[in-house]
């Protein structure tokens, strides 16, 4: 299988501690992004990569999140801090860069702070 | 600014009924438009999509067709199977734009 994996699938972890979510993207892909999704909501933007350079974040990426894309390839999310609102699931998608893009979403990492 | 409502859930047809899920979208420009669809306990998946006005995307038997003068794209199917049962999002990116807007998602469930 070479879609998009994510690492871990779920993560409980008690208010302020820190979390680190892995994304792995197809290959060829040198497009990453990250979104999140509560529940009965749909996914929203946090961030994207082209190769190693994060070209965007949205508003909704605070101070206590940074995304990284060390090599161009797989990519980090941490939250420090955690606070209960940040209890969601974490999406990673790639893509391609061409005119007519599609983004590949991978399963997704749930998180439950406590 | 850029923005997805959906039809609101949840859905629930017969087995071979007819579906529609209303899709509207507000946005500048010429964005595209996407159909993803989450099957339990999977990621999400592209459905369809359609790239400039009056193309209708097509797959699975699922179609929509981008109108830009009514600013939709409604979710289609002329007989939908239990298989059919998931969450499907409605979905935007203007041009120039990197990042998708989703709709709320549309819970359907399908039944024998």
């Known amino acids: ?114 | 600014g850029n923005s997805v409502t959906q039809m609101e859930g949840p859905v629930t047809l017969s087995e071979e009924a007819f579906l529609t899920i209303n899709c509207t979208y507000t946005a500048t420009g010429y964005p595209s438009l996407f159909w993803y669809v989450q099957y339990p306990g999977e990621g999400l998946q592209l459905l369809l999509k359609a790239t400039k006005a009056d193309d209708k995307g097509s797959n699975k038997g699922f179609e929509a067709t981008y109108r830009k003068e009514t600013t939709s794209f409604h979710l289609e199917k002329g007989s939908v199977q239990v298989s059919d049962s998931a969450v499907y999002f409605c979905a935007l990116n203007p041009p120039g734009n990197e990042k998708l807007t989703f709709g709320t998602g549309t819970r359907l469930t399908i039944i024998p």
């Open chain 1, 1 to 114: 299988d070479t879609g998009v994996s994510q690492d871990p699938r779920h993560k409980i972890t008690k208010r302020g501690q820190n979390v680190t979510f892995r994304c792995d993207p197809i290959s060829e892909h040198n497009r990453l992004y990250w979104y999140r999704q509560t529940l009965g909501q749909g996914p929203e933007f946090l961030t994207y990569f082209q190769n190693e350079a994060q070209l965007e974040k949205s508003r909704l990426l605070s101070d206590r999140f940074s995304a990284e894309r060390p090599k161009g390839s797989f990519s980090t999310l941490e939250i420090q801090r955690t606070e209960q609102g940040d209890s969601a699931m974490y999406l990673c998608a790639s893509s391609l860069t061409s005119a007519n893009y599609e983004q590949y979403f991978g399963p997704g990492t749930r998180l439950t702070v406590t």
